[in-house]
Each structure stands twice: as C-alpha cells, then as structure tokens.
C-alpha cells in the first residue's frame, strides 16, 4: 500500500502570512493531489499533478499555488494566507497503472487567525 | 461537469442496525464509482469500487452496486457496528483521456453507531 505522507500536521499563521505545506509520497506514483475537506463541502481539490514539473488546476485553486519537485514531493504554497483558508489539508497519490484509486495522506490542519 | 449527491449528512445507529447511505451521481462518461471511508484523524481510505454497470463492489460487510439506469451506488450494510463509525464518501472517477484523472467526491455521510 502506498505511503503518504504530510508535514506539519498541524500549523498557525497569522492573516497575510506565507504557508508551505509538504507531502512526500514513496512508492513511485506519477499522480499527486491536494485537496481541502471543510465541514458541509467534504472533499475539494485544489491541485494536482501527473509528475515532476507539472501541474494541473483543480476545483478550488484560488489564493493556492502548488509546486511538484520531484516525483515524491509536492508541495501547496499560500503566499497570502486568509482566515477562509483554515481547513484540513490532505494530500493524496495514485500510480500510472491504476490511476483512480488514490491513496490519502493523514493530514495538515491549517489555522489562520 | 461531474457532480455526486450524497442525500444523508449524518447518519446515527444502533449496533446491529442495518445502513443504508444514498449517492447519486451525474456524469457526461462511464464513470468509475467508489466508496471511500475516513475514520476520525485517518485520511480517507478506499473501502471499494465498481467500474461497470451491474457489477457489485464489496468489503467489510459494506456493499454497493453500480446501477447506470438510476445514476445510483447506495452503501449497505446489514449489520453496523461500533467501529463502523466513520465518515464515508461516495466518489467517481472520470478519467478523460488518462492524463487528468481526478476524482469527484460527496460531501460526506458522518456514521455513528452507539452500542
């Protein structure tokens, strides 16, 4: 089963502040999401990718940015960070072969004050 | 675009009761469906999925059937238990052309069974 994982799990920032969060996942998938899960909406994606370098728009891209260095790494960037950003984040990976089923980090949850 | 409906928000049972969790989905292809499942402080996990018309998807006692005449894949459980409380998502699939698979999810049906 794959392996994803996320740093920090928990983190607090002010209004205006710059946030990175990081997701590492080590099985070699080519497909890597963020998503944000908020009471009343469930699951929305932000942004995905199919590999190092690219980056795809995803559902609720507003006020993010997304960065994928490496097959394993991708990262979410909020450079302006807002109060309706708080939320818990989760980052997910899927492989080339079996592209649907994703596999979920256990998560960041973001405050901001 | 894409859209699941997952008519329940909140679902509370007795241990032994049987579930039933309604999705309903809208989608331009042939969708992938899928059940996902969040425990508390777990991201979610794949509890299973059906790819075609007819074909039933199963685990854990948990069983859906991919139904394309009514757009539907209802969660069903004949007999919960405590440690079924969770969060439970309904998800499709729409792979468009393979190189921008996502998935659409619910908003979510939050189980809690009492014992």
């Known amino acids: 089963e794959a392996a994803v994982t996320q740093s920090p799990r928990n983190k607090v920032t002010v209004t205006g502040g710059n946030v990175t969060l990081s997701c590492r996942q080590t099985n070699s998938h080519n497909y890597m999401y963020w998503y944000r899960q908020d009471t009343g909406h469930g699951l929305r994606l932000i942004h995905y990718s199919y590999g190092a370098g690219n980056l795809q728009i995803g559902d609720v891209p507003d006020g993010y940015k997304a960065t994928r260095t490496t097959q394993e790494d991708f990262f979410l960037l909020l450079e302006l960070a807002s109060p309706s950003q708080t939320s818990l984040y989760f980052c997910a990976s899927s492989d080339g072969a079996n592209q649907d089923t994703q596999y979920f980090g256990p998560g960041t949850r973001l405050l901001v004050l | 675009g894409d859209s699941v409906t997952q008519t329940e928000g909140q679902v509370a049972l007795s241990e032994e009761d049987f579930l039933t969790i309604h999705c309903n989905y809208s989608?331009?292809?042939?969708?992938?469906l899928f059940w996902y499942v969040q425990y508390p402080g777990e991201g979610p996990q794949l509890l299973f999925r059906a790819s075609r018309d007819k074909e039933k998807g199963s685990s854990r006692g948990f069983e859906a059937t991919y139904d394309k005449g009514t757009t539907s894949f209802h969660l069903r459980k004949a007999s919960v238990q405590e440690s079924d409380s969770a969060v439970y998502y309904c998800?499709?699939?729409?792979?468009?052309?393979?190189?921008?698979?996502?998935?659409?999810f619910g908003k979510g049906t939050k189980l809690s069974v009492k014992s």
């Open positions: 989608a331009s292809g042939y969708p992938t």
């Open positions: 998800a499709l699939s729409d792979l468009g052309g393979g190189s921008n698979a996502k998935l659409t």
